[in-house]
């Protein structure tokens, strides 16, 4: 089931004193994996609610791998078109495919964007057929 108010679930947890700082950085990672993002007022909030200011990094870090921590950060970020995958035989525990397998795909077979991958090199052009390339 789909949480309907996943703020009124995080807070008793996120404000409960026994549990440990990690614990809280991962109950708020899950809410911002579940919310594709949350605004930077929000996130600032939570941080100093919780007392997390000097493991915020963990949090904010995450845009790195192209997680959308921060919700105007997603207006920034170009989205990489993702592989129809449905077809493929995965094991039952292994349904999602990282996008990263997506990028690697497509830098085997040359199909990168020249202007979301300035440095990665094409295949040379053909030279007229006489000479090796």
Known sequence: QKVKD????LLPVLLNKSHDSYDKIRAILLYIFSTNGTTQEN????????QIES???MIRNWKYLDVPVISSFVAQQHKYSRRDRSKEETFQLSRWTPVIK????????NKLDSKDWPYCS???PTWNGSGAV
Do not use: G, T
């Open 122 to 124: 094409r295949y040379p």
């Open 102 to 109: 997506d990028v690697m795909e497509d830098a085997i077979e």
């Open 55 to 57: 493991d915020s990094d």
């Open 6 to 9: 996943s703020m009124r679930v």
């Open 43 to 50: 996130l600032d909030k939570l941080i100093q609610n919780v």
